[in-house]
């Protein structure tokens, strides 16, 4: 299966790196575009300020240029976070996507979106401050009316990026269940 993993809004770090040798050694090939160039964050709000320097547009560029060499082979899209928005939006634009893996965020639904029973699978904290229970219940009715068949995980006490080991929001026990329940998905596309 391939699979492009779009890094968060920290950038291009070790735990995207780490998330794509575990995919691999899973039996996927794994592309990780660098969005940001080069260019890491230490904190949330440097990495939210990368984005508004790069303007959003051209992320979105990157981000379909990226994808473009491997989409016709049939797409798995995925990402942490503000990459999981990139994949969700990349994912529901792209007619021969296998999946979309979303680890710690969603997007905005455009109007008029239509998938053909697009696997869709979530993972997120429980409560996560960017990912509200409202808001999560509205993206899950949303997603099914354009035609995905989506699951979502949460996972309680956790915080936002449980699965990246070098942040505060690190959970162990949510990252490995995360990483099962994944790995478990992607070999049914």
Do not use: C
Request: hydrophobic share 45%; glycine share 10%; no cysteine.
């Amino acid at each position: 299966m391939d699979i492009i993993l779009f890094h968060s809004v920290y950038g291009l770090r070790p735990a995207v790196h780490a998330a794509a040798e575990r995919l691999r050694a899973a039996g996927h090939q794994v592309h990780v575009p660098d969005l940001f160039e080069g260019q890491t964050a230490g904190s949330a709000e440097e990495g939210r300020a990368l984005m508004e320097k790069t303007g959003r547009d051209e992320l979105l560029r990157r981000a379909v240029l990226a994808a473009a060499p491997h989409s016709d082979k049939g797409l798995v899209y995925a990402g942490f976070s503000w990459g999981g928005s990139v994949a969700q939006n990349l994912a529901i634009g792209d007619d021969k996507a296998r999946g979309l893996l979303l680890l710690h965020g969603t997007s905005d639904i455009a109007e008029g979106a239509s998938v053909d029973e697009l696997p869709v699978q979530l993972h997120v904290a429980s409560p996560d401050p960017f990912e509200s229970d409202d808001w999560l219940n509205t993206w899950y009715l949303q997603m099914q009316r354009i035609g995905a068949d989506v699951e979502i995980y949460r996972y309680p006490g956790a915080g936002h990026l449980y699965t990246d080991a070098e942040l505060p929001d690190f959970d162990q026990k949510a990252a490995e269940q995360t990483w099962k329940v994944a790995v478990g998905f992607l070999a049914t596309l």
